[in-house]
């Protein structure tokens, strides 16, 4: 029997507690809802150790539990060296993001803008700005463009 690969995509922030874990959720949704669970692998992950183990931002939690999507606890994660070797795409959320990503790896043809698909405009990070609707709404787009573009 032939084994298939399965597609890895990391979805990045740096701290893993609003947008990263926000877009991983969506995109594993569509995943889910198209019966591909065996084709891809989605996760998230931070750039800094700042957040490690710590769930998804309050406010944020509110936004996604207001949209009616569905989410377990989440524990905030680092990206490792391992990880980075395995996947495939990996979609960082703004210019910061990708200098810590070239910081910790090198420059690399895996990072590409959340919006590459889309806009090209960076998410902002609504822990420091308090736009966690919009902060949804944006992502929710990105990772839709990306379901349509990478994985279909």
């Known amino acids: 029997m032939i084994k298939l690969d399965v597609m890895k995509i990391i ?17 594993n949704e569509l995943i889910k ?11 998230s992950r931070s750039t800094s150790l700042e957040e490690i183990g710590n769930d998804i931002y309050p ?26 070797e395995k996947v495939d795409y990996i979609f960082y959320m703004d210019r910061n993001n990708l200098n810590n990503l070239e910081r910790l790896f ?5 990072f590409h803008l959340i919006s590459e698909f889309s806009d090209n405009n960076e998410v ?9 609707e919009y902060v949804f709404s944006r992502i ?10 990478v994985i279909v």
């Open 59 to 84: 406010p944020m939690k509110r936004v996604l539990f207001n949209h009616g999507v569905e989410f377990n606890r989440h524990y905030a994660t680092r990206i490792t060296e391992e990880e980075f």
């Open 106 to 110: 090198g420059k690399s043809n895996k």
């Open 140 to 149: 929710e787009k990105y990772v839709s463009e990306i379901y349509k573009k």
């Open 33 to 43: 809802e198209n019966g591909l669970e065996n084709k891809v692998n989605c996760v």
């Open 124 to 132: 902002e990070d609504p822990w420091y700005t308090g736009r966690f």
């Open 11 to 27: 979805f990045i922030c740096h701290g893993n507690i609003c947008r990263s874990p926000v877009a991983e959720i969506l995109l």
